[in-house]
């Protein structure tokens, strides 16, 4: 299994991104993918998950980020809007293998696959 992000870069602030997690070795449909985001000196965070239809957000990027998914393609997307400098970090993609911790989609633990992650900068 392989998760492989794209689209990150350096963009001015109030500017916008769409990360894009390109899932390969097996389907994910149905199952629980988010995004985690890990600035220098800082912890991982949670950043977004999408449980089928249903969506979730971390307080830093709540309102101005839309996570959706293609399931033909087997990829998520993540845009984020009204950028800012404190966005500037690693975004990483995760998927997790079971349901069974549907419920603790924002915790890092619980997934259990990685992307090697896309480095995001905002200039201010």
């Known amino acids: 299994v392989q998760l492989v992000e794209s689209g990150g870069g350096l963009v001015q602030a109030g500017g916008s991104l769409r990360l894009s997690c390109a899932a390969s070795?097996?389907?994910?449909?149905?199952?629980?993918m988010g995004w985690f985001r890990q600035a220098p000196g800082k912890e991982r965070e949670f950043v977004s998950a999408i449980v089928w239809g249903d969506t979730y957000y971390g307080d830093s990027v709540k309102g101005r980020s839309t996570i959706s998914r293609d399931n033909a393609k087997n990829t998520v997307y993540l845009q984020v809007n009204s950028l800012k400098p404190e966005d500037t970090a690693i975004y990483f993609c995760?998927?997790?293998?079971?349901?069974?911790?549907?419920?603790?989609?924002?915790?890092?633990?619980?997934?259990?696959?990685w992307g090697q992650g896309t480095q995001v900068t905002v200039s201010s």
């Open positions: 995760a998927a997790m293998s079971s349901r069974a911790l549907i419920s603790r989609r924002m915790v890092e633990s619980a997934y259990d696959y």
């Open positions: 070795g097996r389907t994910f449909t149905g199952y629980p």
